[in-house]
């Protein structure tokens, strides 16, 4: 399976710029998804094809990257931005999640 | 707006059975794939079944096939998923969600939580 590998905190200031950054164990050329998950909530989409905005949410959001190495950027990061932030992979099966990083804020 | 409601999870001895539900309201059942995605207490997300909108083929994670069923009825707009031979290890909170056509989840029900335990 391909491994996903995010770092497991982060801690920034409102108002920061943050890159949350997934590896993959093997090329998934531009098939990389980012879900953001809040306490106590189910995860919610927000990226699709590594730098696609999902319907909503909002322009503060970004994503780059392709083949092994992806990042999800928040500009400026806000106070409600704190939850646990998954990749995932549909290019090589089965489809897979990263462990997840958990942003706090300062 | 899309809504994916599930229901059928609970406490469960090893080795018996469980059928969760997905009731989705919100947009064209038929039109879409869906899928089962689970997390496990304190731990990352894991795919674990999905199902086309149209053909008779289904998808599984290599540890839960044989074992589980993920099904549909378009008629009634829900999902389900049959789980046999449950073990500890497939405790977890369930998702049911909306897959699109095989690449992303792009909404997800509040989530039912199953515990295999003795």
């Known amino acids: 399976d391909t491994v996903l590998t995010q770092s497991p905190a982060l801690a920034v200031s409102p108002g920061e710029r943050v890159s949350i950054s997934c590896r993959a164990s093997?090329?998934?050329?531009?098939?990389m998804h980012w879900y953001q998950q809040k306490p106590g909530q189910q995860p919610k989409f927000l990226i699709y094809?590594?730098?696609n905005l999902a319907s909503g949410v909002p322009a503060r959001f970004s994503g780059s990257g392709s083949g092994t190495d992806f990042t999800l950027t928040i500009d400026p990061v806000e106070a409600d931005d704190t939850a646990i932030y998954f990749c995932?992979?549909?290019?090589?099966?089965?489809?897979?999640f990263g462990g997840g990083t958990k942003l706090e804020l300062k | 707006e899309v809504q994916l409601v599930e229901s059928g999870g609970g406490l469960v001895q090893p080795g018996r059975s469980l059928k969760l539900s997905c009731a989705a309201s919100g947009f064209t059942f038929s039109d879409y794939y869906m899928a089962w995605v689970r997390q496990a207490p304190t731990k990352g997300l894991e795919w674990v079944a999905s199902?086309?909108?149209?053909?008779?083929?289904?998808y599984y994670r290599d540890s839960v096939k044989g074992r589980f069923t993920i099904s549909r009825d378009d008629a009634k707009s829900t999902l389900y998923l049959q789980m046999d031979s449950l073990r500890s290890e497939d405790t977890a909170t369930y998702y049911c969600?909306?897959?699109?056509?095989?690449?992303?989840?792009?909404?997800w029900g509040q989530g039912v939580m199953v515990t295999v335990s003795s």
């Open positions: 094809k590594a730098s």
């Open positions: 995932q992979q549909n290019w090589n099966d089965p489809r897979t």
């Open positions: 199902i086309p909108h149209i053909g008779g083929s289904t």
């Open positions: 969600t909306r897959d699109d056509y095989g690449y992303y989840f792009d909404y």
């Open positions: 093997e090329g998934v050329n531009v098939y």
